[in-house]
């Protein structure tokens, strides 16, 4: 499972391998250049202390400056290209998350939270920003490092060399051995705990009205202070753990220096162990972040797994190899003995239905909650699968058609149209995003909206607020009629559209609505018994739970 994680996010990192290689060697350069100006500066310091004139000294103060001046360089370089490569990565991560998320919407996000699934939209992939470096580029940089320190201190002395490089190994190889087994499991804990407080936060901030006029508030508080409370434990001891790795990091640097010190004292001259020593502090700059690492490997490989166990789920709905052409006049819908059902275990919802509905007609389909009127819409634009049967639009199976273009045909409104929390312009404009102010406006006007919005202190301009809270029942669905006559589609699909509103406004949203219908196909769902004796519908059809009845 780890490694499978681990090479699914290396394989997100494919387009940046040059910058990513890039960044490696300026980290490589960096710590070089540190190491370098310690051991430089020790062995200037030494000989000067010799007092044998300053022509000893060589070049060694022009040294000291170009390191000290190449690490300022190269480490101002290393984290510009590495958080270049961080933020490239981010970006990527969240279209690439929205891209595979896309197709499974809305048949199999049902099992999940919008808490839950904003969570790993923006927790978890966040987390995962720190994936190059914290994760892949220490242990990278470490092994380099390792290898070249050993091949200078072996210039030097093999034993001494040999000592290093075996105080370099047993930091960089136990210490985060030892931290990923006590951080793993808490890592994964500080996520679970955080992605149960963002449900509850989503939850209790969605609920809030109710909470407060059922008295609930007080125990949905305690509740969200229970959850925290459990989340600073887990980061309270992710970060004693940090504590721990920190202390016994600089513990092995400074046992590592005073081993290659006194390995060091009979084996090299006198002016070289300032040299040694100061260069072995320095090269432990490479090993010290592995264990950091590795405490945050539990975090982003918990992160990563639950970004994975939305986008790995295959699509219910797949697109066809090669769709055929949209019909151009004739959009007849037919089912031929449809059978659907939302899952193995459950029930039938339709189960052998047939229906004909001719090019402009009105149709009402009136049923209880359960009986299938929504579960047409979800078929109708291809959100759900059916298991049996044909639909034909014209001449067309549905099934040989690209979901695009199904979704262009069919114009939906619904009870809970969702309104962006944008001005009420945009919010029409989505129909059409090429549509002009104009257009727009005769939109709004024949959905008798527009005297409405020209009341506004902003106009089209105003704000509807997250979900059209600013707006009225009646608003908000005469608003959803403006989108739905600016995508001008040749069938209208309405499920409930005057559920939430009083008898007068249904009346008057439902007649506004097929009065701008003209000659579009019209197929209302609804429970409303008044709302279907108006003498506008051509089929009256009944579900209801195992039976239909058809009516003209």
């Known amino acids: 499972m780890l490694r499978s994680i681990f090479w699914q996010l290396i394989h997100l990192m494919r387009p940046f391998r040059a910058r990513v290689l890039l960044a490696l060697m300026l980290s490589v350069a960096t710590i070089g250049s540190s190491v370098a100006l310690m051991m430089t500066s020790a062995w200037l310091i030494s000989t000067a202390g010799l007092q044998l004139g300053i022509t000893s000294l060589g070049i060694a103060p022009t040294a000291v400056r170009f390191f000290g001046l190449s690490r300022a360089v190269f480490r101002y370089l290393e984290r510009l290209v590495s958080h270049d490569v961080t933020f490239r990565l981010l970006a990527r991560l969240r279209v690439w998350f929205y891209e595979r998320v896309e197709p499974l919407s809305p048949a199999q996000l049902r099992a999940f939270s919008s808490g839950d699934l904003m969570s790993r939209l923006v927790t978890d992939i966040d987390e995962l920003q720190n994936l190059y470096l914290r994760v892949i580029a220490p242990p990278v940089v470490a092994l380099i490092v390792t290898v ?328 908000r669905q005469r608003v959803a009629l403006a989108r739905i006559l600016l995508k001008d589609s040749p069938i209208w699909l309405l499920d409930e559209v005057t559920a939430n509103l009083d008898p007068i406004t249904a009346n008057e949203v439902l007649e506004s609505i097929l009065t701008a219908a003209q000659n579009r196909t019209v197929i209302l769902m609804t429970h409303r018994t008044p709302l279907t004796e108006q003498d506008v519908f051509d089929q009256i059809v009944v579900l209801q739970i195992n039976s239909i009845e058809t009516s003209t």
Request: hydrophobic share 45%.
């Open 148 to 475: 070249i320190m050993g091949i200078v201190f072996a210039a030097f002395d093999p034993l001494v060399a040999l000592v290093l490089v075996i105080f370099m190994v047993v930091t960089g190889s136990l210490l985060p051995i030892l931290t990923w087994w006590i951080g793993n499991v808490i890592g994964q804990q500080v996520v679970q705990a955080r992605t149960f407080m963002n449900i509850h936060l989503v939850d209790s901030i969605q609920g809030m009205a109710d909470s407060l006029a059922y008295g609930y508030a007080a125990d949905r508080f305690s509740t969200l202070v229970q959850v925290n409370h459990r989340l600073a434990q887990r980061e309270r001891a992710l970060a004693r753990l940090d504590g721990l790795q920190g202390g016994l990091s600089v513990l092995l640097v400074n046992l590592a220096a005073f081993c290659v010190l006194f390995s060091a004292i009979d084996r090299v001259e006198g002016v070289l162990l300032a040299t040694l020593t100061l260069g072995t502090v320095a090269a432990f700059e490479a090993i010290t972040p592995l264990a950091v690492a590795a405490q945050n490997l539990g975090k982003e490989t918990e992160s990563a797994r639950r970004v994975f166990e939305v986008i790995d789920s295959s699509p219910v709905i797949t697109e066809p190899v090669s769709p055929q052409p949209m019909p151009t006049n004739d959009f007849t819908l037919r089912l031929d003995e449809i059978s659907f059902r939302y899952a193995p275990d459950e029930p039938d919802v339709f189960h052998n239905f047939s229906l004909d509905i001719p090019q402009g007609s009105h149709i009402a389909v009136m049923g209880e909650s359960g009986s299938g009127k929504s579960s047409l819409v979800n078929i109708f634009m291809r959100f759900w699968e059916y298991d049996s049967g044909q639909i034909t639009l014209g001449s067309r199976d549905l099934r040989s058609l690209a979901h695009e273009d199904i979704r262009q045909i069919f114009g939906v409104m619904t009870q809970r149209t969702h309104l962006f929390n944008t001005t009420i312009r945009e919010n029409i404009r989505i129909a059409r995003k090429t549509a002009t102010d104009d257009e727009i406006v005769a939109a709004a006007q024949a959905a008798h909206i527009h005297d409405f919005i020209l009341s506004l202190p902003e106009g089209y301009d105003t704000y509807v607020g997250e979900d059209g809270a600013a707006l009225s029942g009646g608003e």
